[in-house]
């Protein structure tokens, strides 16, 4: 009798959608991979052809479980959007992210953190993001020359394949990430916030026009009283 049935070798099972770590170390790197995360996923809403992803696996050799590595951000342009229990290259077109970040924490090793270089460097990346929140440090790698190379100074600088702009803060000042349109990358809870500030705004601007608009009629009506022209 066949065995196959009762020990399949399924997807799921060479190339598993968890590697057993956390996601993140502690709340300060959770809050900046979500903001990131959230932040590019709110500017390539309309891009069906742009997938963002946190903390996904990404398996870069086919027949090699072990080749693979989990950015906290990653983007890939060229591959529509969805639910992906892992990113496994081959694929996907074999389109590797073209940007990736990653929040330091303290539980980042060196070595893990030059593993995870030289994998990016090896696979292609465009561009490369560390930030590191308790110093508000942030590095910056492009890949030029078939190389990821430093970039010198990362004040201003605007991310050629995203566009948007970084403003490192000075010493411990936390980092500004901003769209194309100058806006600040938000939280769910600022976004929130600021609509219902917004909505605030509209509310009591249409009670000031309403409130003009009686006080006209009013005016008119008086002006009618005392057989004056209304005109």
């Known amino acids: 009798m066949s065995t196959s049935a009762l020990t399949p070798r399924s997807d799921s099972l060479l190339y ?5 770590q956390p996601m993140s170390d502690d709340t300060v790197q959770f809050r900046w991979i979500v903001l990131i995360k959230e932040g590019l996923e709110f500017l390539f ?5 742009v997938f963002v992803a946190g903390d996904l696996l990404w398996y870069f050799q086919e027949g090699d479980p072990k080749s693979r590595t989990a950015p906290d951000v990653m983007v890939v342009f060229g591959r529509s959007k ?29 070595f893990e953190m030059n593993r995870k270089f030289r994998i990016y460097d090896d696979c292609g990346v465009e561009e490369y993001y560390i930030y590191d929140p308790d110093d508000g440090v942030l590095q910056g790698w492009l890949h030029e020359g078939g190389r990821l190379r430093e970039i010198p ?13 970084f403003e490192p803060g000075e010493e411990s000042e936390s980092l ?13 809870l600022e976004m929130q916030e600021a609509a219902e500030a917004e909505r605030l705004r509209a509310e009591a601007a249409e009670g000031r026009a309403e409130a003009a608009r009686l006080r006209a009629e009013r005016l008119a009506a008086r002006l009618r009283e005392l057989g004056e022209s209304v005109d």
């Open 153 to 165: 100074d990362l004040k201003g600088w605007v991310s050629p394949r995203l566009g948007v702009r």
């Open 45 to 49: 809403r309309d891009r069906p052809d």
């Open 176 to 188: 500004t990430i901003r769209h194309p349109d100058g806006s600040p990358f938000r939280t769910a």
């Open 16 to 20: 598993p959608d968890s590697d057993g």
């Open 82 to 110: 969805g639910d992906r229990g892992s990113y496994k290259q081959w694929a996907e077109g074999g389109i590797a992210p073209q940007v990736v970040f990653e929040i330091l924490s303290p539980g980042n090793r060196v």
